[in-house]
C-alpha cells in the first residue's frame, strides 16, 4: 500500500483544485459564447425582418390599396392594383412575392415598394409573414439557449413563441 505523506495531499489537492478553476473556466467561455451566437442569431433575424415589416406597417411614404389577384404561380401572385387614396396610381400588373393561397378574384391589401410594381402584404398578416426570418432566429436560438445555455425552461418558452409565430403566420395568410 502507498504511503501518503503531507506533501502528497498538497499536490492531489492543487491538482483537483486546477482542475476545478480549468472547468469552471471554460463553463464561462461556453456560456458567454452561446450568449453571444443567440445575440447574433436575434439580430440578424430582427435586420432581415425589418424591411418588409416596416414598410406592411409603419413606413408614410408607401403608396397602400388593394390587389386584386389575377392568378398565382409558385411562389408569387399577380393581379391589378387600385390605391386606396386619390393620389396614388393604378398599376395594372402588381407582384406580391409570395404565394398567399388565394383564388383568381380575391382582393388582398397591399402595400408597394417605392418606385416598383413589387408589393407587400398590410395588415397581421404581413406583420407575421415579414417576421418569419426573426421566428426562424427563435428557433435555432431556442437550440443555443437549451444546449448551451443550460436554461431548458427558457428555451422551451422561445420555442413555443416561434412555433406560435408560425402557426399563426399560416393561418392569417
Not at 397591399?110 to 398590410?122: C, F, K, N
Request: hydrophobic share 45%; charged share 15%; proline share 3%.
Amino acid at each position: 500500500m502507498p504511503v501518503t505523506t503531507d506533501a502528497t495531499r498538497t499536490r492531489t489537492h492543487a491538482r483537483a483544485r486546477a482542475g476545478s478553476r480549468a472547468g469552471r473556466a471554460l463553463g464561462a467561455a461556453r456560456a458567454l459564447c452561446s450568449a453571444l451566437l443567440v445575440g447574433l442569431l436575434l439580430v440578424a433575424g430582427v435586420w432581415s425582418s425589418w424591411e418588409t415589416v416596416h414598410y406592411s406597417l409603419y413606413a408614410k411614404e408607401v403608396t397602400r390599396g388593394t390587389l386584386t389577384v389575377d392568378r398565382c404561380r409558385t411562389g408569387e401572385c399577380t393581379g391589378a392594383f387600385v390605391p386606396r387614396s386619390a393620389l396614388g396610381e393604378h398599376h395594372d400588373e402588381v407582384t406580391l412575392p409570395q404565394r398567399i393561397g388565394r383564388e383568381e378574384g380575391d382582393v388582398v391589401a397591399v402595400a408597394l415598394w417605392p418606385g416598383s410594381t413589387e408589393a407587400v402584404r398590410t395588415g397581421l398578416p404581413g406583420f407575421l409573414y415579414g417576421w418569419l426570418p426573426l421566428t426562424g432566429s427563435l428557433l435555432l436560438a431556442a437550440v443555443i439557449v437549451s444546449g448551451g445555455l443550460r436554461l431548458h425552461r427558457v428555451a422551451c418558452g422561445v420555442a413555443g413563441l416561434a412555433a406560435t409565430m408560425i402557426a399563426a403566420t399560416f393561418l392569417t395568410r
